[in-house]
């Protein structure tokens, strides 16, 4: 059966008001800048110092990964080992387990608290992962902090300042914490709630890597905080049974946005630039996009960016621009800021 002109005129006009819509619905949505780590391509990650740095910049949020210690204090550390950004090894050098490593888990917030912070470290070659970044050699007295310790100095700065930057914390493997008969999702969430991040108008987004672990908080302890889904690349084996290719699929997509309120997707998953300048871009940002999902991708470095780009800037302008995040995750928060206010600029 052909179908009338008309009735292909009708859906035409359909089609392009829910485009619109949909675009319009993002265009009211405020592009956001996030300080990965705090100001940690300047000062050691995670320190408060980093944090510090990072406030002063101005960007809408600023990070927190967070751990457990022995005796069940959230801690603000990338991962759950101590021998990459502290001198543990030297301290307590009978405390590694067995594959070497030095675990957060396996230390008491008191013995943590004895511990130098330093500038990430190749555990293989004992030298900077990022050489240009604060030198190894200047031995300051920088701590790891505690997740309470972290808020009430964003809290503090937000009063004495009058702003308002945004917490975005990371709940680090479930899994394993699980594996060691510790609930870091509840831990969190007590001292989140203690400090009134429980409404879903507060100032912050929980990220986490495992599913579970966030529809847990959705629909176990009733969480109405922003909830945002990360996504790995499958060979790093970040969280056991978790397919990442299958969710950046349609279908896992749609899936995600059922818990979830944003999609943390690492750079390469949305795009790829070849040696002559031509960019791909693959179908993510999109699928969540239709889903309702805002897209926050990490991260942005300039001293390690994507095959072929060439600088911060350009990379800020294939996100933002030709592909359309709503969010950056970056190491230089100071660039992020400046990139979005000249954009905003401009466009008026
Ligand atoms: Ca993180």
């Known amino acids: 059966m052909r179908k009338s002109p008309l009735f292909g005129a009708v859906l035409l ?60 204090v959230p801690i603000v550390i990338h991962d759950h080992y101590l021998d990459t950004v502290t001198n543990v090894a030297k301290l307590y050098p009978k405390r590694k387990r067995k594959d070497g490593r030095y675990y957060a888990i396996d230390f008491k917030l008191s013995e943590i608290k004895r511990l130098r912070a330093f500038e990430r470290i190749d555990l293989k070659t004992g030298k900077a992962v990022y050489p240009q970044r604060f030198p190894l050699k200047h031995k300051l007295p920088f701590r790891i902090p ?50 009134g991040y429980d409404k879903p108008s507060a100032k912050i987004y929980v990220q986490c890597f495992d599913p579970k672990c966030l529809r847990y908080l959705r629909y176990f302890l009733g969480v109405k905080l922003k909830l945002v889904q990360l996504v790995a690349n499958n060979d790093w084996n970040e ?36 040696k002559k300048g031509k960019i791909k871009i693959t179908k993510v940002v999109k699928r969540a996009h239709a889903e309702g999902l805002e897209v926050h991708p990490y991260t942005a470095r300039a001293d390690s960016l994507p095959k072929n780009v060439k600088s ?37």
Request: glycine residues 8%; charged residues 25%; contains cysteine.
């Open 239 to 274: 969280t056991p049974g978790v397919d990442y290719d299958k969710m950046l699929t349609a279908t896992g997509i749609k899936k995600v946005a059922r818990y979830a309120d944003g999609l943390g997707p690492w750079i390469p998953q949305l795009f790829s630039k070849n």
């Open 146 to 195: 505690t997740l309470e310790e972290e808020i009430q100095l964003i809290q503090g700065l937000n009063a004495s300042t009058g702003n308002n930057v945004g917490m975005y914390v990371e709940l680090k493997a479930p899994w394993f914490h699980r594996k060691e008969g510790k609930n870091i999702a509840k831990a969190v969430m007590k001292v989140l709630r203690k400090y």
């Open 13 to 72: 006009i359909v089609l392009c008001l829910s485009f619109a819509a949909k675009v319009e619905a993002r265009r009211g949505r405020k592009r956001i800048i996030v300080a990965h780590r705090g100001a940690s391509a300047y000062l050691p990650e995670h320190t408060l110092e980093a944090k510090a740095l990072a406030y002063g910049m101005n960007p809408d949020y600023i990070e927190q990964d967070v751990a457990l210690t022995k005796d069940a």
């Open 312 to 348: 911060q800037t350009e990379l800020f302008r294939i996100l933002f621009h030709r592909i359309g995040v709503d969010g950056v995750f970056t190491d230089f928060p100071d660039k992020g800021v400046n990139f979005l206010k000249y954009n905003r600029r401009r466009r008026r």
